[in-house]
Nanobody
Framework: QVRLGESGGGSVQAGGSLRLSCVIS????????MGWFRQAPGKEREQFAI????????EHADSVKDRFTVSRDNADNAVYLQMNNLKPEDTAIYFC???????????????????????WGQGTQVTVSS
C-alpha cells in the first residue's frame, strides 16, 4: 500500500523560505512520478502540479519557477519542495502525490495533470504573511 506523508509547512513572512518534505512508503521514489500540488484558501486544488519529478527530470509551474525547486532523495525515499522568496499568494495547503504507473523512463513520461496521480498525502499548510 502506497502512503505519502508531508511535513515542513508553517507560517512565514513574505520573502521567507520553507522546505516541504514528503516521505513515501510502498513504492520507491525513483519508480514513480512525484508531484506537488496546492490548494489556496477558498479555491479548488490546482489541476496541474507546481513541481514534478521523475526519471526524466523536473518541471515547475510558471507561477513558481525560479522560486521553488522539487528534488528527491532515493536513500530517504522522499521528495522535497524548496520554496524561496515566498509570497502571500503562495498561501495554501500543499499536497504530495504519486503516479506509480509511470517513472519518466522505460518509455513512460511524467505528467503534471492531477488525474494522472493515484496516491495523495494529507497535505501541509503553508501561510505567508505580507
Amino acid at each position: 500500500q502506497v502512503r505519502l506523508g508531508e511535513s515542513g509547512g508553517g507560517s512565514v513572512q513574505a520573502g521567507g523560505s520553507l522546505r516541504l518534505s514528503c516521505v513515501i512508503s510502498g513504492v520507491r521514489v525513483n519508480n514513480a512520478c512525484m508531484g506537488w500540488f496546492r490548494q489556496a484558501p477558498g479555491k479548488e486544488r490546482e489541476q496541474f502540479a507546481i513541481g514534478l519529478i521523475g526519471n526524466d527530470g523536473t518541471e515547475h509551474a510558471d507561477s513558481v519557477k525560479d522560486r521553488f525547486t522539487v528534488s528527491r532523495d532515493n536513500a530517504d525515499n522522499a521528495v522535497y519542495l524548496q520554496m524561496n522568496n515566498l509570497k502571500p499568494e503562495d498561501t495554501a495547503i500543499y499536497f504530495c502525490a504519486a503516479d506509480t504507473r509511470r517513472t519518466g523512463s522505460d518509455g513512460t513520461m511524467c505528467y503534471r495533470r492531477d488525474f494522472m496521480f493515484q496516491h495523495w498525502g494529507q497535505g501541509t499548510q503553508v501561510t505567508v504573511s505580507s
